[in-house]
């Protein structure tokens, strides 16, 4: 790699070194991809989706291999905020690249909640919406179809989160 190439992106205000992020839900919340590559590499690391409570997702199996690729139904599966923020938050303060955390829930008020206990924490950069999960009875995709939805969900995070949407 050409070490005088400036591949530096602008993202929301946030200096990031390159454009490569984790796609949310698919590299745990921070640790667990640490054991196949190296995380500073990245631009940013995008965690699997914080609900308020814990969710136990979908019954297994909730992947199904296809000639076409993969579909899963993982139904939000995470450990919850408490936990998350327990658990997690001091394993991402050592990360050494920007931290986004996806958050979800079944109503505004539960994204609000979430997003408000993360505001203030210097280790997380910002705050990703999931707003698109169709595996979900409540919330997930039936916001992101609604742009109505979007819009309340969206003003009602920016208000409790400010400048982490």
Same mark, same amino acid.
């Given at each position: 790699? +050409?070490?005088?190439? @400036?591949?530096?992106? @602008? $993202?929301?205000?946030? /200096?990031?070194a390159n454009p490569v992020?984790?796609?949310?839900g698919t590299c745990g919340?921070? +640790?667990?991809?640490? @054991? $196949?590559?190296?995380?500073?590499?990245?631009?940013? $690391? #995008?965690?699997?989706? !914080?609900?308020?409570?814990?969710?136990?997702?979908?019954?297994?199996? %909730?992947?199904?291999?296809? +000639?076409?690729?993969?579909?899963?139904? !993982?139904?939000?599966?995470? #450990?919850?905020?408490?936990?998350?923020?327990?658990?997690?938050?001091? !394993?991402?303060?050592?990360?050494?690249?920007?931290?986004?955390? *996806?958050?979800?829930?079944?109503?505004?008020?539960?994204?609000?909640?979430?997003?408000? %206990?993360?505001? *203030?924490?210097?280790?997380?950069?910002?705050?990703?919406? *999931? !707003?698109?999960?169709?595996?979900?009875?409540?919330?997930?995709?039936? $916001?992101? %179809?609604?742009?109505?939805?979007?819009?309340?969900?969206?003003?009602?995070?920016?208000?409790?989160?400010? *400048? /982490?949407?």
């Amino acid at each position: 790699m +050409d070490e005088g190439l @400036d591949i530096s992106v @602008d $993202f929301a205000g946030i /200096k990031l070194a390159n454009p490569v992020f984790t796609a949310s839900g698919t590299c745990g919340y921070a +640790d667990e991809l640490a @054991d $196949f590559m190296d995380i500073s590499q990245l631009g940013g $690391f #995008i965690t699997k989706s !914080i609900t308020l409570q814990p969710r136990k997702g979908h019954a297994t199996p %909730r992947i199904a291999e296809t +000639d076409a690729g993969m579909l899963n139904a !993982i139904g939000l599966a995470n #450990i919850g905020l408490v936990k998350f923020t327990e658990e997690k938050l001091p !394993i991402i303060e050592k990360m050494s690249v920007p931290v986004f955390v *996806n958050v979800a829930g079944e109503t505004v008020a539960e994204y609000v909640a979430v997003a408000e %206990r993360l505001a *203030n924490e210097k280790t997380i950069a910002g705050i990703e919406l *999931n !707003i698109s999960c169709p595996n979900v009875e409540k919330g997930g995709i039936s $916001f992101g %179809r609604d742009p109505e939805q979007v819009t309340q969900i969206t003003s009602a995070v920016k208000t409790a989160a400010g *400048n /982490k949407i």
